[in-house]
């Protein structure tokens, strides 16, 4: 790595930490916002979300970038935003009703799903240890169904439709500001018709609960598009590995914050089910390191 790599790498590693830290702590943030419901909440977070990034652009001259968006990536997008709304929600329920532990299972396992993804819908061959650590993954999945008596569904919706959100955005090849704002507006008119509704009934909590209840609700677009915008800071200036590596802090604070604030029960089973998680990932990743060194790939700023 040259020395102006290495310049860009050390801030960039840095962007990287915090937004996984700011990931990582969302499981602390979410239960602020009772007592609205967690489709209240994913409503007010999308809705929110696309009037910073509107302003975002307003601010960085992005507009353009928008406007240039083919019909083909807009179609593509409009998927994905049903695949982000799908996973925004599943994770705002899983925190808000006790199974922090269980969400942080799902972005565990999310790299290794979407690696199994690229085996079946790109036609991708999986190398040796790839194979093992996505049979791995499987085995830990069997062992914590027989364990809680049912497949955990949170875990598993959350991995999969991340994975099939990251697919499909990877497709489209659209800046990370940009692609965001397109499908909080396809969304949009969703969420404003459901907190429309929420009104009309008497039951909507952001004119209800007091003041602060409201600013935290809108507060919800800060908190979605920061980190964001940390991360996108950190994938121009660090090689892949690097936020290969950085990406399994958010769940290892999220299960921190499961077993240690939430003291939810992670007895036996459980420890073995993620121990089963975590040597896949150690497999996985190793190989990662491993081939972009033999590779010799070096990602540079882009732009």
Same mark, same amino acid.
């Given at each position: 790595?040259?020395?102006? #790599?290495?310049?860009?790498? =050390?801030? @960039?590693? *840095?962007?990287?930490?915090? +937004?996984?830290?700011?990931?990582?702590?969302?499981? %602390?943030?979410?239960? %602020?916002?009772?007592?609205?419901?967690?489709?209240? !909440?994913?409503?007010?977070?999308?809705?929110?979300?696309?009037?910073?990034?509107?302003?975002?652009?307003?601010?960085?001259?992005?507009?353009? +970038?928008?406007?240039?968006?083919?019909?083909?990536?807009?179609?593509?997008?409009?998927?994905?935003?049903?695949?982000?709304?799908?996973?925004?929600?599943?994770?705002?329920?899983?925190?808000?009703?006790?199974?922090?532990?269980?969400?942080?299972?799902?972005?565990?396992?999310?790299?290794?799903?979407?690696?199994?993804? @690229?085996?079946?819908?790109?036609?991708?061959?999986?190398?040796?240890?790839?194979?093992?650590?996505? $049979?791995?993954?499987?085995?830990?999945?069997? !062992?914590?169904?027989?364990?809680?008596? =049912?497949?955990?569904?949170?875990?598993?919706?959350? $991995?999969?439709?991340?994975?099939?959100?990251?697919? *499909?955005?990877?497709?489209?090849?659209?800046?990370?500001?940009?692609?965001?704002?397109?499908?909080? +507006?396809?969304? +949009?008119? !969703?969420?404003?018709?459901?907190?429309?509704?929420?009104?009309?009934?008497?039951?909507?909590?952001? #004119?209800?609960?007091?003041?602060?209840?409201?600013?935290?609700?809108?507060?919800?677009?800060?908190?979605? #598009? !920061?980190?964001?915008?940390?991360?996108?800071?950190?994938?121009?200036?660090?090689? %892949?590995?690097?936020?290969?590596?950085?990406?399994?802090?958010?769940?290892?604070?999220?299960?921190?914050?499961?077993?240690? *604030?939430?003291?939810?029960?992670?007895?036996?089973?459980?420890?073995?089910?993620?121990? *089963?998680?975590?040597?896949?990932?150690?497999?996985?990743? $190793?190989?990662?390191?491993?081939?972009?060194?033999?590779?010799?790939?070096?990602?540079?700023?882009?732009?």
């Amino acid at each position: 790595m040259t020395t102006a #790599a290495l310049r860009e790498a =050390r801030p @960039g590693t *840095l962007y990287g930490v915090a +937004a996984y830290l700011m990931w990582g702590l969302f499981p %602390l943030f979410w239960p %602020l916002l009772e007592p609205a419901t967690p489709a209240e !909440v994913l409503a007010h977070r999308v809705l929110w979300s696309l009037i910073v990034l509107a302003v975002l652009l307003q601010l960085t001259r992005g507009w353009a +970038a928008v406007r240039a968006v083919p019909a083909a990536q807009v179609r593509q997008l409009s998927l994905a935003a049903v695949l982000l709304a799908t996973n925004w929600g599943t994770y705002i329920y899983g925190v808000n009703s006790g199974q922090v532990v269980e969400t942080s299972l799902g972005y565990f396992i999310n790299p290794l799903v979407s690696v199994a993804l @690229g085996v079946v819908v790109l036609g991708e061959r999986l190398r040796r240890a790839q194979q093992v650590a996505v $049979a791995a993954a499987m085995v830990a999945v069997v !062992v914590l169904t027989v364990a809680n008596g =049912r497949p955990p569904y949170i875990a598993l919706v959350l $991995a999969f439709s991340f994975g099939c959100y990251g697919l *499909l955005k990877k497709q489209a090849g659209i800046g990370a500001v940009a692609s965001l704002a397109i499908e909080t +507006a396809v969304l +949009a008119p !969703v969420a404003a018709l459901y907190v429309g509704w929420l009104a009309l009934r008497g039951t909507s909590t952001f #004119a209800s609960a007091g003041a602060g209840h409201a600013l935290l609700l809108a507060s919800a677009g800060v908190v979605t #598009a !920061v980190p964001l915008l940390a991360f996108g800071a950190a994938a121009t200036r660090v090689p %892949l590995t690097t936020l290969g590596v950085l990406q399994y802090v958010a769940p290892i604070l999220q299960l921190l914050i499961g077993v240690g *604030l939430r003291h939810e029960p992670f007895g036996p089973s459980r420890i073995v089910g993620f121990v *089963l998680v975590w040597i896949a990932l150690a497999v996985f990743t $190793a190989d990662l390191v491993a081939e972009r060194r033999r590779s010799g790939l070096v990602v540079t700023p882009i732009g």
